[in-house]
Protein backbone atom coordinates (compact mmCIF):
# COMPACT_ATOMS: atom_id res chain seq x y z
CA UNK A 1 0.00 0.00 0.00
CA UNK A 2 1.18 3.59 -0.55
CA UNK A 3 1.59 6.37 1.14
CA UNK A 4 -1.44 7.95 0.13
CA UNK A 5 -3.33 4.76 -0.76
CA UNK A 6 -4.98 5.03 2.83
CA UNK A 7 -5.94 8.29 2.70
CA UNK A 8 -9.99 8.57 1.06
CA UNK A 9 -11.48 10.96 -1.06
CA UNK A 10 -13.82 12.23 0.71
CA UNK A 11 -10.95 14.00 3.58
CA UNK A 12 -11.07 16.15 0.56
CA UNK A 13 -11.69 19.99 2.35
CA UNK A 14 -11.81 23.72 0.67
CA UNK A 15 -11.24 26.79 2.61
CA UNK A 16 -11.00 30.46 1.13
CA UNK A 17 -10.73 29.27 -2.48
CA UNK A 18 -10.56 25.99 -4.70
CA UNK A 19 -6.80 25.35 -3.96
CA UNK A 20 -6.41 26.52 -0.63
CA UNK A 21 -6.48 24.29 1.82
CA UNK A 22 -6.28 25.45 5.97
CA UNK A 23 -5.62 22.67 8.76
CA UNK A 24 -4.33 23.15 12.19
CA UNK A 25 -2.42 20.28 12.01
CA UNK A 26 -0.52 21.76 8.63
CA UNK A 27 -0.53 19.69 5.19
CA UNK A 28 -0.64 16.41 4.79
CA UNK A 29 -0.07 14.41 1.67
CA UNK A 30 -3.75 13.59 0.84
CA UNK A 31 -4.01 17.69 0.76
CA UNK A 32 -1.80 18.18 -1.85
CA UNK A 33 -3.20 14.54 -3.98
CA UNK A 34 -6.61 16.46 -3.44
CA UNK A 35 -5.26 20.45 -5.28
CA UNK A 36 -3.76 18.92 -8.14
CA UNK A 37 -7.51 16.99 -8.72
CA UNK A 38 -8.52 19.83 -8.52
CA UNK A 39 -5.87 21.66 -10.47
CA UNK A 40 -6.19 19.27 -13.32
CA UNK A 41 -10.47 19.71 -13.14
CA UNK A 42 -10.21 23.34 -13.27
CA UNK A 43 -7.56 23.88 -15.83
CA UNK A 44 -8.91 20.93 -18.57
CA UNK A 45 -9.68 22.62 -21.63
CA UNK A 46 -11.38 21.18 -24.81
CA UNK A 47 -9.16 21.23 -27.55
CA UNK A 48 -10.95 18.44 -30.00
CA UNK A 49 -14.23 16.57 -29.72
CA UNK A 50 -11.67 13.43 -27.78
CA UNK A 51 -9.14 15.54 -26.19
CA UNK A 52 -8.98 17.17 -23.57
CA UNK A 53 -5.79 19.02 -22.46
CA UNK A 54 -4.48 19.34 -18.81
CA UNK A 55 -1.44 20.74 -17.89
CA UNK A 56 1.29 17.95 -16.98
CA UNK A 57 3.79 20.88 -14.70
CA UNK A 58 2.96 21.45 -11.19
CA UNK A 59 4.87 23.80 -8.47
CA UNK A 60 3.31 23.31 -4.81
CA UNK A 61 4.03 25.83 -2.90
CA UNK A 62 3.71 25.38 0.91
CA UNK A 63 4.91 27.04 3.94
CA UNK A 64 8.21 26.07 5.15
CA UNK A 65 7.19 23.98 7.79
CA UNK A 66 4.75 21.84 5.68
CA UNK A 67 7.47 21.90 2.97
CA UNK A 68 10.43 20.78 5.25
CA UNK A 69 7.55 17.86 6.46
CA UNK A 70 6.90 16.86 2.59
CA UNK A 71 10.45 16.84 1.66
CA UNK A 72 11.53 14.57 4.78
CA UNK A 73 9.36 11.91 2.81
CA UNK A 74 11.88 12.22 -0.10
CA UNK A 75 11.55 11.20 -3.89
CA UNK A 76 8.55 8.37 -3.15
CA UNK A 77 6.16 11.26 -2.11
CA UNK A 78 6.88 12.83 -5.59
CA UNK A 79 6.70 9.43 -7.55
CA UNK A 80 2.94 8.44 -5.92
CA UNK A 81 1.85 12.15 -6.39
CA UNK A 82 2.43 11.69 -9.87
CA UNK A 83 0.93 7.71 -9.91
CA UNK A 84 -2.17 9.61 -8.79
CA UNK A 85 -2.22 12.03 -10.85
CA UNK A 86 -1.85 9.76 -13.64
CA UNK A 87 -4.77 7.52 -12.51
CA UNK A 88 -6.85 11.00 -12.29
CA UNK A 89 -6.56 12.07 -15.83
CA UNK A 90 -7.10 8.48 -17.06
CA UNK A 91 -10.04 7.80 -15.36
CA UNK A 92 -11.40 11.53 -16.58
CA UNK A 93 -9.78 11.16 -20.08
CA UNK A 94 -7.61 13.99 -20.19
CA UNK A 95 -4.42 14.25 -22.33
CA UNK A 96 -1.18 15.48 -21.12
CA UNK A 97 1.08 17.37 -23.75
CA UNK A 98 3.98 15.86 -22.13
CA UNK A 99 5.40 13.91 -19.20
CA UNK A 100 4.23 15.07 -15.88
CA UNK A 101 6.64 16.78 -13.18
CA UNK A 102 5.89 18.44 -9.89
CA UNK A 103 7.85 19.51 -7.67
CA UNK A 104 7.50 21.41 -4.04
CA UNK A 105 8.58 24.52 -3.37
CA UNK A 106 8.92 26.57 0.36
CA UNK A 107 7.29 29.83 0.37
CA UNK A 108 8.59 32.66 2.77
CA UNK A 109 5.74 34.22 4.61
CA UNK A 110 2.74 31.80 3.49
CA UNK A 111 0.98 30.68 6.23
CA UNK A 112 1.42 26.47 7.77
CA UNK A 113 -1.57 24.85 6.42
CA UNK A 114 -1.80 26.93 3.11
CA UNK A 115 -1.49 24.83 -0.54
CA UNK A 116 -0.74 26.94 -3.82
CA UNK A 117 -0.79 25.00 -6.93
CA UNK A 118 0.99 26.91 -10.18
CA UNK A 119 0.45 24.69 -13.36
CA UNK A 120 1.75 24.78 -16.86
CA UNK A 121 1.74 23.00 -19.81
CA UNK A 122 4.84 21.87 -21.41
CA UNK A 123 5.81 20.46 -24.68
CA UNK A 124 8.73 18.18 -24.88
CA UNK A 125 9.48 14.39 -25.82
CA UNK A 126 9.99 11.71 -23.01
CA UNK A 127 13.77 10.96 -21.74
CA UNK A 128 13.53 7.80 -19.48
CA UNK A 129 16.19 7.51 -16.86
CA UNK A 130 16.90 4.94 -14.55
CA UNK A 131 17.30 5.47 -10.94
CA UNK A 132 18.09 4.35 -7.35
CA UNK A 133 16.40 5.40 -4.28
CA UNK A 134 18.28 4.75 -1.18
CA UNK A 135 17.65 6.34 1.97
CA UNK A 136 15.79 9.19 1.10
CA UNK A 137 18.42 10.19 -1.86
CA UNK A 138 18.04 9.56 -5.84
CA UNK A 139 21.04 8.06 -7.50
CA UNK A 140 20.87 8.28 -11.33
CA UNK A 141 22.35 5.60 -13.03
CA UNK A 142 24.61 6.82 -15.74
CA UNK A 143 27.40 3.82 -16.39
CA UNK A 144 26.53 0.64 -17.70
CA UNK A 145 27.72 -0.83 -14.24
CA UNK A 146 26.89 0.76 -10.85
CA UNK A 147 28.61 -1.09 -7.65
CA UNK A 148 26.88 -0.45 -4.06
CA UNK A 149 29.00 -1.22 -1.03
CA UNK A 150 30.55 0.80 1.93
CA UNK A 151 33.62 1.04 0.39
CA UNK A 152 35.24 4.14 -0.21
CA UNK A 153 35.84 2.61 -4.36
CA UNK A 154 32.02 1.84 -4.75
CA UNK A 155 29.70 3.90 -7.34
CA UNK A 156 27.50 4.32 -4.39
CA UNK A 157 29.13 4.53 -0.72
CA UNK A 158 26.72 3.38 1.51
CA UNK A 159 26.96 3.85 5.13
CA UNK A 160 25.90 0.64 6.65
CA UNK A 161 28.28 -1.74 8.42
CA UNK A 162 26.59 -4.94 7.34
CA UNK A 163 27.24 -4.73 4.33
CA UNK A 164 30.13 -5.54 1.91
CA UNK A 165 32.49 -2.91 0.98
CA UNK A 166 31.05 -3.84 -2.55
CA UNK A 167 28.19 -5.91 -1.93
CA UNK A 168 26.12 -5.57 -5.65
CA UNK A 169 25.91 -4.42 -9.27
CA UNK A 170 23.31 -3.01 -11.25
CA UNK A 171 23.59 -3.26 -14.97
CA UNK A 172 21.81 -1.09 -17.21
CA UNK A 173 21.88 -1.48 -21.28
CA UNK A 174 19.59 1.02 -21.91
CA UNK A 175 16.63 -0.91 -22.02
CA UNK A 176 17.27 -3.00 -19.18
CA UNK A 177 18.54 -3.80 -15.63
CA UNK A 178 20.27 -6.62 -13.80
CA UNK A 179 21.05 -6.96 -10.11
CA UNK A 180 24.46 -9.05 -9.21
CA UNK A 181 25.28 -9.95 -5.64
CA UNK A 182 28.91 -9.63 -5.65
CA UNK A 183 29.72 -12.57 -3.55
CA UNK A 184 28.65 -10.59 -0.40
CA UNK A 185 29.08 -11.64 3.48
CA UNK A 186 25.43 -11.57 4.80
CA UNK A 187 24.15 -11.73 0.76
CA UNK A 188 21.18 -9.81 -0.88
CA UNK A 189 17.89 -10.06 -1.15
CA UNK A 190 15.57 -9.23 -4.12
CA UNK A 191 12.02 -8.34 -3.48
CA UNK A 192 12.22 -10.57 -0.39
CA UNK A 193 14.18 -13.58 -1.56
CA UNK A 194 17.89 -14.84 -1.41
CA UNK A 195 19.10 -13.18 -4.73
CA UNK A 196 22.99 -13.82 -6.74
CA UNK A 197 22.16 -12.65 -10.19
CA UNK A 198 18.50 -11.81 -11.35
CA UNK A 199 16.59 -8.94 -13.77
CA UNK A 200 15.66 -6.10 -12.33
CA UNK A 201 11.67 -4.75 -12.77
CA UNK A 202 11.29 -1.08 -12.55
CA UNK A 203 10.24 -0.55 -8.70
CA UNK A 204 11.77 -3.48 -7.33
CA UNK A 205 13.19 -3.74 -3.51
CA UNK A 206 16.95 -4.56 -3.20
CA UNK A 207 18.01 -5.66 0.45
CA UNK A 208 21.56 -5.10 1.54
CA UNK A 209 22.29 -5.64 4.77
CA UNK A 210 19.97 -2.75 6.76
CA UNK A 211 19.88 -0.64 3.40
CA UNK A 212 16.80 -0.59 1.19
CA UNK A 213 17.08 0.02 -2.24
CA UNK A 214 14.12 1.17 -5.11
CA UNK A 215 14.82 0.14 -8.72
CA UNK A 216 13.22 3.30 -10.65
CA UNK A 217 12.76 4.25 -14.18
CA UNK A 218 11.61 7.55 -14.17
CA UNK A 219 10.11 10.12 -17.01
CA UNK A 220 11.73 13.93 -17.66
CA UNK A 221 11.52 15.89 -19.99
CA UNK A 222 13.46 17.16 -22.83
CA UNK A 223 13.22 20.06 -25.29
CA UNK A 224 10.31 21.66 -22.87
CA UNK A 225 7.86 24.68 -24.19
CA UNK A 226 6.05 26.27 -21.66
CA UNK A 227 2.37 27.32 -22.35
CA UNK A 228 1.30 28.92 -18.61
CA UNK A 229 -2.14 27.61 -18.13
CA UNK A 230 -2.38 30.28 -14.86
CA UNK A 231 -2.32 29.71 -11.05
CA UNK A 232 -4.36 29.93 -8.41
CA UNK A 233 -3.35 31.39 -5.05
CA UNK A 234 -5.13 30.26 -2.22
CA UNK A 235 -5.73 31.27 1.71
CA UNK A 236 -6.38 35.05 1.45
CA UNK A 237 -7.95 36.22 4.43
Known sequence: MGLLDSFERGLERAVNGAFAKTFKSGVQPVEITSALRRELDTKAAIVARDRILVPNKFTVRLAPM?????????????????????????????????????????????????????????????EWTPVLDIGGKRHPITKSRTIIGRGSDADITVDDSSISRKHVEVLWDGKRAEVNDLGSTNGSLLNGARVDKARLDPDSVIDIGRTHIVFRVVASATNDQYSDLGSDRGGQR
Open 66 to 126: DYDRMASIGPALIDELTQLVQRHAAAQHYSFSGPISISLEAVQGQSEGIIEVVSVNVKGTV
